[in-house]
C-alpha cells in the first residue's frame, strides 16, 4: 500500500468494538476477507446497505470487485500508527 | 528503533500478518512498456534469421539462438501482461463508451502475441506492433494527451506512438 505502508511496516491498530462505530471514507482499514485473508486497505465507500467497499487504483492490485462488499463485523478496526524502517506515519 | 523494538517483539510474540495485495504507487499506466516489448520481438525475429541465414551453426550461434527464442517468448508475455493490465484496471465506462474498439483491440492483441511467441513471423510480429500502437494511441487520447509517430532510435527502427507530453 505505498506510499502510505510500505512492505513490512508494522501498523497499530484501534479496534472495532464499538457498535456506533463507523470508519470514515479514505480511513485505513484492516479487515478479514473470506478468500484473501487480512488485508489492509484504504475505504472508499460504505453503502446504505451495511457494505463496505475497498478500492486501490493501483496496477497488479486487487480491484473492488476482486475484493467485493466487506460488512462492519469483519472489520478488526482503523489504522493509527504506520512505523516503518525509515518512518513513522499517524492516521488519526 | 522503534521498528527495530516491535521487530524483536515480533520475532517473539509474531503479530498477525496483513496484506495490501499491491506493489507500486497509484495510476501508474503506460503502455510504452508493451511497445518496447513488442519491438524486442521483432528485433529478435531479425536476430533470429540472421542466424538462419548461415551455413553452419557455431556452439556460440546456438547458444545465441536458444536465448533469442526465450527472449521472444519473454517479451511476448511481458506484451500480453502490460495490455492485460491497462485494459482491466485502467479502462473503466468512460474510456470503453468513447473507445468501444478497445475489447476487440485488446483480444486481438493477445492472439497475435501468441501468434508472435509460437512462430517466427515478421508479418504477425508487425501486425502486433500496429495493433499496441492503435492501443497506445487510445490510451493517450482518454487522457486527452495528443500523439506523434517517430521511428525508435535503435533496430527495428519502427514507428511507435509517443505522447506528446509538452502540448
Not at chain 2, 473503466?92 to 492472439?111: G, W
Request: proline letters at 4%.
Amino acid at each position: 500500500m505505498s506510499p502510505e505502508i510500505v512492505d513490512k511496516s508494522y501498523v497499530i491498530v484501534k479496534q472495532n468494538n464499538k457498535a456506533n462505530w463507523f470508519p470514515k471514507k479514505n480511513s485505513i482499514l484492516i479487515f478479514n476477507h473470506e478468500k484473501y485473508g487480512i488485508l489492509v486497505k484504504k475505504l472508499t465507500e460504505a453503502d446504505n446497505h451495511g457494505n463496505h467497499w475497498f478500492c486501490s487504483n493501483r496496477k497488479y492490485s486487487l480491484s473492488k470487485e476482486q475484493i467485493g462488499p466487506i460488512k462492519k463485523e469483519n472489520i478488526y478496526g482503523k489504522v493509527l500508527l504506520v512505523i516503518s524502517k525509515k518512518n513513522i506515519g499517524f492516521y488519526i | 528503533m522503534l521498528y527495530n523494538l516491535i521487530d524483536k517483539l515480533n520475532y517473539s510474540y509474531k503479530f498477525e500478518e496483513a496484506k495490501a495485495h499491491c506493489d507500486i504507487p497509484c495510476k501508474i499506466y503506460d503502455p510504452i512498456i508493451a511497445q518496447i516489448a513488442v519491438l524486442t520481438m521483432i528485433r529478435t525475429i531479425d536476430l533470429i534469421n540472421e542466424l538462419e541465414e548461415k551455413d553452419s551453426l557455431t556452439t556460440t550461434d546456438k547458444a545465441q539462438f536458444s536465448r533469442l527464442v526465450s527472449q521472444k517468448e519473454e517479451h511476448g508475455i511481458k506484451v500480453k501482461e502490460e495490455v492485460r493490465v491497462i485494459w482491466g484496471d485502467y479502462f473503466k465506462e468512460p474510456q470503453i463508451s468513447a473507445f468501444p474498439e478497445i475489447h476487440d483491440l485488446t483480444h486481438k492483441i493477445m492472439l497475435g502475441a501468441s501468434k508472435s511467441k509460437q512462430n517466427v513471423d515478421k508479418k504477425a510480429s508487425l501486425e502486433l506492433l500496429d495493433n499496441v500502437n492503435r492501443f497506445a494511441e487510445i490510451f493517450w487520447k482518454t487522457k486527452n494527451v495528443n500523439t506523434f509517430k517517430a521511428s525508435s532510435p535503435y533496430p527495428p527502427s519502427l514507428e511507435l506512438v509517443y505522447p506528446d507530453l509538452k502540448g
